[in-house]
C-alpha cells in the first residue's frame, strides 16, 4: 500500500516535472516550420529608442520569416551585471546590446562566451559599411567581437535663450566659464547640471576636460599604445579643473556628490540650470522635454596653454553574439540589418541614435543636434581639424573603472589631491598591463 | 486494550506495541524529524558557504571556466586592503547605532501604548508600518527624500528657518553613513516595538502592582520588574537587529552605491562591487567569508552574554 503511495506520488511529480519542462522549454532554438526563435537582450528602454528597436525588430522579422525576434529590454547597469552571468550559465540571449568596455564585453570575448565577427564581417562587408574607430572599440587582442551600434559623444548643452535671459553669453574659454558660474548662480541658476552621486559621468567629464588640454592624439596614444602616462601633470590638471576647481567655482548644484545624473538632467530640462553635462545620449531626452527651448551642443571650452576643444568619441555599447547556442547565423542576419538603410533612418529619426554607417543625412528629417552629432560621428577623427577626440574609459578594466568613480568624488569631497587620483589611475592601469 | 509503543533497544520492561511493526530508536526517530531541517540548511546555508569558502581559494573572473588557485592569497590582500577595513568600520558603526536605537525607540515606543491608550490601533499600525516596505521602496523614497536640489528634508528645514542646518545628506563624505543609519532605524523600529508590545503584554502585573505597593517609581519599576521580564525578547531583537545590521545592503545599494568616495560602503556593498563589477569573484568570496564568520561570532556573542547574565 505504502509502495503503491510512493509510486502515485513519484509519477505526480515526474508527470509535474515533465509538464513544466514542456511548458517552460525556451532554448531559443527552432519553433515549428523550421523557425528560428532568436533570444535579443537588448537597452532600448526609453520611449523613443524602445520604439525605433521594436518597429526594427518588426520589420526585421518581415523581411525574414524564418527568425523570430523574442526581445527584452534592461537598463545598463542592470544588463552589465545580468548579461555576463547569464551568458555564463548558458541562460543568456543569442545576440546581446552589452557594455563594449574591455571589463565588460571585453572579458566575455576572453571567456570565450562571445564569438568573433570577422568571418561575419566579410561576409556582410561590415569593414566598409561600419567606421572603423567605432570598430576599434570592440575590437579585443585584434579580433572584432562586437558591432557598436552608437556613436556617441560627450559634450555640453546650452540653453542659449536661458543664457541671454540671465544676461550672460555662453562661455568659449576657460576663464570665461569660471566667471560665467559666478555670475550665472549669482542670478538664481544652477550653471551647470551636474551630478556625481553615483559619478557616472565623471569618466567623461575628465576624458573631455583631459584631451581640450593634451589633445586627441595624445590621448590615442596613450590608451591605444600606452605612450604617455595618467599621471602627468596635465592629466592631473584635467582632474583638476573638473573635480575641484569648477567645484569650488560654484559650476555644479550643491551637494552634487549626492545629486544622480538624472536629477541634474531634470534641472537644465526644468530650466533652472543653464547649461548641461553629458553626451550626445541626452539629445533626445532634451527635443522631447524641452521642445520649444533653444539648446545648443558644445565642447568644452578651450583651455590656455591646451590643444584646442575636442568631443571625445566612443561606443557605450555593441552587439555581441553568444558562443552558446546555434543561432548565430541567424545573429549575424540581425546584426547585419540593424545597419540596413531602413534600420538606420528609423534609428536616427524615431530613436535619435547615431549608427556608425555612412548615410545621406540630408535625405532624413531630423533635429539639428542630432545632424550636428551624426555628421561629426560620419567625419571621423582622421580626418584633418576633426573635433572628435577618443573615449577613455572603455579601454579601463572594472577596477580601474570603479577606482576612478569613487575617486572623483573624493577630489570633488576635498579628500584627495587631483594629483593622487592622478597616481592612482597610472598605478591601476600598469597593474592591469596598460592595455 | 489500548496499543503502546515499543522502541528497540528499550529496557525489556517497555510496554510493547501491539499489531504493528516496532519503531526504531529515539535516535532514528529524531533524525527522521530533523531530516527536513538539516537538508534546507545544507542545500540553501552550509554548501553555499563552503562553496564559497572553496572558490576565495582561487583567481577567478566569475565567467572564464578556468580559475587559479592561489591559497590564501585572497585572505592575505584582504588584511592589507584599506578599502575593506574603512567598509567594516562603517559595518560596525552600523551595526551599533542599527541596533541599540531601533531597541531603545521600539522599547520607548511600546511602553507609552502598553495601556493601550486613545488611538492605540492607529499607532500601532503607524509605528510598524516601514516594516511592510520593502527595502528598495523606502531606499527610493528617501533618496527623493534626501536630494539635495529636491528633496524634501532640506525645504522642510528652509521653510522652518533652519536653512542653515541643510546639507547635501547623502553626497557629503561626513553625513552620507549617518542618512542612511537613520533610514535603517526608521525601519527597524517596527520590528521591536511590536515584539516588545507582546512581551509588555506578558509581564506580569502583580510584580508591577507590587512594586507599586513598595513605592517604586516609575524608572525603578520599569528597570526592576519589567525589563527582566522581558529579557528574552530583549535579546531576540538585539540578535535579529545585530545580523540585519551587519547584513545590510538593499539601502545603501540603491542610494549611494557605497559613496561617495566610499564613504558609506559596507563589506556587503564591497564584496558585491569586487565579485560582481570588478569581476574579482575570489576576492569577493573572502570578504564574503570574512563578513560572514563576523555575523556569526558577533550574533553567538550576543546570545552567550545574555544566558549568562539569566
Known amino acids: 500500500m505504502r509502495f503503491q503511495r510512493i509510486s502515485a506520488l513519484a509519477a505526480a511529480v515526474a508527470a509535474i516535472s515533465l509538464a513544466l519542462t514542456a511548458c517552460g522549454s525556451d532554448d531559443g532554438s527552432t519553433g515549428g516550420g523550421g523557425q528560428v526563435t532568436l533570444k535579443v537582450w537588448d537597452q532600448f528602454t526609453d520611449g523613443g529608442t524602445s520604439e525605433a528597436a521594436k518597429q526594427i525588430y518588426a520589420d526585421f522579422e518581415k523581411a525574414n520569416p524564418d527568425v523570430k525576434i523574442d526581445a527584452e529590454s534592461y537598463r545598463f547597469d542592470d544588463l552589465a551585471q545580468l548579461g555576463k552571468t547569464a551568458l555564463a550559465s548558458g541562460t543568456g540571449p543569442d545576440v546581446m546590446y552589452f557594455d563594449a568596455g574591455l571589463g565588460e564585453a571585453g572579458q566575455l570575448a576572453e571567456s570565450d562566451l562571445i564569438v568573433p565577427l570577422d568571418d561575419y564581417a566579410e561576409e556582410y562587408g561590415w569593414t566598409d559599411k561600419i567606421n572603423e574607430e567605432i570598430r576599434t572599440w570592440s575590437t579585443y587582442d585584434g579580433k572584432l567581437f562586437g558591432l557598436g551600434l552608437e556613436g556617441e559623444f560627450n559634450s555640453l548643452f546650452a540653453n542659449d535663450s536661458l543664457i541671454e535671459k540671465a544676461g550672460l553669453t555662453v562661455p568659449t574659454t576657460y576663464d570665461e566659464l569660471l566667471d560665467f558660474c559666478g555670475a550665472a548662480k549669482d542670478a ?248 | 486494550m489500548a496499543s503502546t509503543l515499543t522502541v528497540r533497544g528499550a529496557p525489556e520492561k517497555a510496554p510493547r506495541r501491539i499489531g504493528r511493526a516496532p519503531l526504531r530508536s529515539p535516535l532514528v526517530a529524531g533524525l527522521g524529524f530533523l531530516l527536513p531541517a538539516i537538508v534546507v540548511y545544507t542545500v540553501f546555508m552550509i554548501y553555499p558557504f563552503a562553496n564559497n569558502v572553496y572558490l576565495s581559494l582561487f583567481e577567478w573572473n566569475g565567467l572564464s571556466p578556468d580559475k587559479e588557485f592561489v591559497g590564501l592569497q585572497n585572505y592575505q590582500t584582504l588584511l592589507a586592503d584599506p578599502l575593506f577595513w574603512s567598509a567594516l568600520k562603517h559595518n560596525v558603526i552600523w551595526a551599533v547605532l542599527g541596533t541599540v536605537l531601533p531597541v531603545a525607540i521600539g522599547l520607548l515606543l511600546a511602553m507609552l501604548l502598553r495601556d493601550q491608550p486613545r488611538g492605540y490601533t492607529v499607532f500601532r499600525a503607524v509605528f510598524f508600518m516601514p516594516q511592510v516596505l520593502a527595502p528598495v521602496v523606502v531606499a527610493i523614497i528617501f533618496s527623493w527624500i534626501y536630494d539635495p536640489t529636491f528633496g524634501i528634508l532640506n525645504r522642510l528645514l528652509d521653510d522652518v528657518g533652519l536653512g542653515a542646518l541643510a546639507q547635501p545628506w547623502i553626497g557629503d563624505p561626513n553625513t552620507a553613513l549617518y542618512a542612511l543609519i537613520a533610514v535603517f532605524i526608521w525601519v527597524e523600529t517596527g520590528f521591536g516595538f511590536v515584539v516588545f508590545l507582546a512581551a509588555l503584554q506578558e509581564v506580569d502585573t502583580d510584580l508591577l502592582d507590587a512594586a507599586e505597593v513598595d513605592c517604586a517609581n516609575a524608572w525603578q519599576s520599569f528597570r526592576h520588574v519589567t525589563l527582566p521580564s522581558i529579557t528574552n525578547a530583549m535579546t531576540l531583537v538585539v540578535v535579529i537587529q545585530l545580523i540585519a545590521g551587519l547584513n545590510v545592503f538593499d539601502y545603501v545599494w540603491v542610494m549611494t552605491q557605497g559613496g561617495p568616495a566610499n564613504s558609506t560602503d559596507l563589506t556587503s556593498t564591497y564584496l558585491y562591487q569586487q565579485a560582481f563589477r570588478e569581476t574579482n569573484v575570489g576576492y569577493g568570496a573572502a570578504v564574503a567569508t570574512v563578513s560572514t564568520l563576523i555575523t556569526l561570532v558577533a550574533a553567538v556573542a550576543v546570545v552567550q552574554l545574555r544566558e549568562r547574565r539569566q
Not at chain 1, 531626452?285 to 551642443?297: F, L, Q
Not at chain 1, 566612443?314 to 538603410?341: C, E, H, R, T
Not at chain 1, 576635498?414 to 592601469?429: M, R
Open chain 1, 188 to 435: 538664481g541658476y544652477v550653471p551647470i547640471a551636474y551630478g556625481q552621486g553615483p559619478a557616472v559621468y565623471a569618466k567623461d567629464m575628465y576624458a573631455m576636460v583631459a584631451q581640450n588640454i593634451v589633445g586627441a592624439d595624445s590621448v590615442h596614444d596613450l590608451i591605444f599604445d600606452n605612450q604617455g602616462s595618467f599621471n602627468s601633470p596635465e592629466m592631473a590638471k584635467a582632474i583638476d579643473i573638473w573635480f575641484s576647481q569648477m567645484n569650488d567655482a560654484g559650476c555644479f548644484p550643491d551637494g552634487v556628490n549626492g545629486l544622480s545624473v538624472d536629477n541634474a538632467a531634470l534641472l537644465f530640462h526644468g530650466s533652472k540650470a543653464l547649461m548641461l553635462a553629458g553626451g550626445t545620449w541626452q539629445i533626445g531626452d532634451i527635443y522631447e522635454k524641452m521642445p520649444d527651448s533653444d539648446v545648443t551642443m558644445m565642447p568644452f571650452p578651450t583651455i590656455e596653454g591646451g590643444a584646442g576643444q575636442f568631443y571625445p568619441l566612443g561606443v557605450g555599447s555593441a552587439w555581441v553574439i553568444s558562443a552558446d547556442g546555434d543561432n548565430q547565423d541567424a545573429a549575424a542576419k540581425f546584426l547585419d540589418y540593424m545597419y540596413s538603410p531602413d534600420a538606420v533612418d528609423i534609428w536616427m529619426t524615431k530613436g535619435g541614435i547615431i549608427p556608425p554607417v555612412a548615410t545621406d543625412l540630408d535625405s532624413l528629417d531630423l533635429q539639428p543636434m542630432i545632424k550636428q552629432a551624426a555628421q561629426l560621428v560620419q567625419q571621423g577623427q582622421d580626418d584633418a581639424g576633426s573635433q572628435l577626440g577618443y573615449y577613455i574609459w572603455p579601454r579601463w578594466s572594472g577596477q580601474l573603472f570603479n577606482l576612478f568613480q569613487d575617486g572623483a568624488q573624493a577630489v570633488t569631497a576635498g579628500s584627495k589631491a587631483p594629483q593622487e587620483l592622478a597616481d592612482e589611475v597610472q598605478k591601476q592601469w600598469e597593474s592591469d598591463g596598460g592595455q
